[in-house]
């Protein structure tokens, strides 16, 4: 396995340089780059006071009047630094030897000179992998790819010994390390760390998302590789056009044109196939945020080379998008504006530079001298490959690929509520029944189980929204029924020990149909089917009075009528059910309780008159978590948004979908 590393990933060890700095010592690493263009970023690094980096190289630091920069490992101790040209190709190895006072830089096995090590500012603190800024107030630090086969000896190693680490043999197949008493730490990045690796090899990390350990090949192939390194977790983003238009990615990243070094991720696009080119086309705003800067000042030529309008909107994860070379006097938004997806910006110009087209990047917003762009993924676009177009749920477009946002995103739509947690979980979303039948099958004997499931109808078909959670235990369901059919099978269950659990309804063909899920128990469940407001309110004033609340509720409408069931339990919560509530009013009133330690319990949307009804209910908790919210989004908004937070360390507590 590897360390895989992107935008704001990093691990930290507990290894500290002061058991080794001072002395003869040899360290070395194995690093792949997925961004050979781009700035400084470590392989390893102090994570306390002084300066220690050994990593990637900024690519413009070896720049020329003929050449943009050069590929190369940037090597910093204390006051002393030295930058060694190396190919952007394939998995490299790097070790560091110290002799005395020397040290000794090792690439692929192949010595370079060696420079006299600093008594000043040496690191204080421990190891960290994949990050570390490479001067006080340096620009990027973060290392874009994959690391490997760490190792520190507390000795200096021969010439033909780092010829040897730098083979093909991997660290866990190396048994001379086993009996080698020089050898003080090895990591080979894995999340479980057998007990028949050495126990110098089974050192615990701690790692930060996206930050994440992956399989990588025998052979180290990176064309292999490469793809197993995760998307950066920025904040949600959006193509900055309208649905269905289609652009062309020009200059992508790592452009040898002029995206490279601090600049190395922007994008260069242009209208494709429009009649008068990209000139004067609307640019939308690509996520949600604030307006920190805007210029549209400027005309052809511009006073100075960096000159040109722009917008720069600083997004919700306090990164910011900047859209570049705006057309004169276009810009619809002023600094300290808020903007959300889809508001329109400016118009596409040239201001600054030859040919109409929108520059776009991410960045960190800083001043010239600190600024630097990052790398960010967009969310449910559609992409040319291979001639035809494909959903990419999140995704990165690549130069001269074909881009375009989803002109029919289908008609479900879902509200999402998440909450901190890290066990396994698998989803389905708006599948057949065939599909949700056959899944279920495949993974039934394997112990996973129901933990949510919410049906809607659609063209007269039910569709399936599940997730499933490897409890175990017995399940019966019943699928599709009539009012009848579940009140009887329910009586039947119930004799038998059985209660029931979850409950969803729909409409189809005008009729409603419920679907049920039994499993052992002996609490009393009161139960109730396809009923009005009205009743609804009735029965659970009634239920309350008995020491009932609220377990699963779930509403179907014919289109003018939203109609009820409910599953009721015995408990002694701090309950608040809502009904009928508008999207805006169930918004407010969850807003107006958070601060007082109130969470949302359930949650059912029902269409009446084409509005979403919202019906559910709150709940008082004594230590209330965190939550994240999405509402009325579709199918490839919400997985975006859920692939992001999967990995930050959130689970689905609710998901609602309904037909918009």
Not at 65 to 78: A, D, F, H, R, V
Not at 152 to 165: G, N, P, Q, V
Not at 586 to 612: D, F, H, Q, T, W
């Amino acid at each position: 396995m590897a360390l895989a590393c992107t935008w704001g990933g990093y691990a930290d060890s507990d290894v500290e340089f002061s058991k080794f700095i001072g002395d003869n010592h040899t360290i070395s690493i194995r690093f792949l780059m997925q961004y050979p263009l781009a700035y400084a970023g470590a392989f390893f690094s102090v994570h306390g006071a002084g300066r220690y980096f050994v990593g990637q190289g900024d690519f413009q630091s070896l720049s020329s009047p003929t050449s943009p920069g050069k590929t190369n490992l940037l090597i910093m101790i204390g006051t002393q630094s030295m930058n060694i040209p190396v190919s952007g190709d394939g998995w490299h190895h790097v070790a560091l030897v110290r002799t005395g006072n020397e040290m000794e830089v090792f690439i692929d096995g192949l010595g370079h000179r060696p420079f006299r090590v600093p008594t000043n500012h040496l690191p204080v603190g421990t190891l960290r992998f994949g990050s570390g800024f490479s001067q006080p107030h340096g620009v990027g630090g973060q290392f874009y790819g994959l690391l490997d086969d760490f190792a520190l000896f507390k000795t200096d190693l021969s010439a033909e010994r780092i010829k040897s680490l730098a083979g093909p043999k991997r660290l866990t197949d190396d048994e001379s390390l086993r009996d080698d008493e020089s050898f003080l730490v090895g990591y080979v990045f894995r999340n479980v760390r057998p007990t028949s690796l050495p126990p110098r090899l089974r050192r615990q990390l701690d790692t930060k998302p996206p930050a994440t350990f992956v399989e990588v090949s025998d052979i180290r192939n990176p064309t292999l590789d490469l793809p197993k390194i995760p998307l950066p977790l920025n904040s949600p983003m959006h193509l900055p056009f309208a649905p269905g238009e289609v652009w062309r990615v020009g200059q992508g990243y790592q452009g040898l044109q002029s995206h490279h070094g601090y600049a190395a991720f922007c994008w260069d696009i242009v209208r494709d196939g429009a009649i008068g080119g990209s000139d004067g086309e609307m640019i939308y705003s690509a996520s949600s945020g604030k307006v920190r800067d805007a210029e549209d000042g400027f005309t052809n030529p511009v006073p100075n080379p960096q000159d040109t309008n722009f917008v720069s909107v600083r997004n919700d994860d306090d990164l910011c998008c900047d859209y570049l070379h705006i057309k004169t006097d276009s810009a619809l938004v002023s600094p300290g504006a808020q903007v959300n997806f889809g508001t329109r910006l400016a118009l596409v110009g040239d201001i600054g530079v030859e040919g109409p087209h929108l520059h776009m990047a991410v960045s960190n917003g800083n001043p010239s001298a600190t600024f630097f762009t990052m790398p960010a993924a967009f969310s449910n676009y559609e992409a040319e490959i291979d001639g035809d177009w494909k959903l990419i749920i999140r995704g990165i477009p690549q130069s001269n690929q074909r881009v375009r946002r989803p002109l029919d995103e289908g008609p479900i739509r879902y509200t999402a509520v998440w909450q901190r947690g890290t066990g396994a979980e698998i989803q389905m979303y708006g599948v057949t029944y065939e599909q949700y039948r056959a899944k279920y099958d495949s993974i039934w004997n394997d112990n996973w189980r129901l933990a949510l499931l919410e049906t809607v109808g659609v063209d007269d078909r039910a569709r399936y929204t599940a997730v499933w959670r490897p409890t175990g235990g017995s399940e019966f369901q019943l699928y599709g029924a009539t009012k009848a059919e579940l009140e009887a099978e329910n009586d039947k269950r119930h004799s038998d020990g059985w209660r029931i659990d979850l409950l969803t309804s729909y409409v189809v063909d005008g009729q409603a149909r419920y679907t049920g899920v039994w499993r052992p128990s002996d609490q009393r469940r009161p139960m109730m089917i396809g009923e009005t407001l009205n009743t609804l309110n009735a029965r659970d004033q009634a239920q309350r009075d008995q020491g009932f609340r609220l377990h699963r509720l779930s509403t179907h409408s014919n289109g003018v009528e939203a109609r009820y069931s409910a599953i009721w339990r015995l408990s002694n919560e701090e309950e608040e059910p809502f009904f009928d509530r508008t999207e805006h009013d169930y918004r407010a009133a969850y807003g107006a309780r958070l601060e007082l330690g109130v969470r949302v319990k359930l949650l059912s949307i029902a269409v009446v008159n084409g509005e979403p009804k919202y019906s559910g209910a709150f709940v008082k908790q004594a230590n209330p978590g965190d939550e994240e919210r999405w509402h009325a989004v579709s199918y490839g908004d919400l997985r975006a948004r859920y692939d992001v937070l999967w990995q930050q360390g959130w689970r689905l507590k609710l998901l609602e979908p309904y037909v918009s």
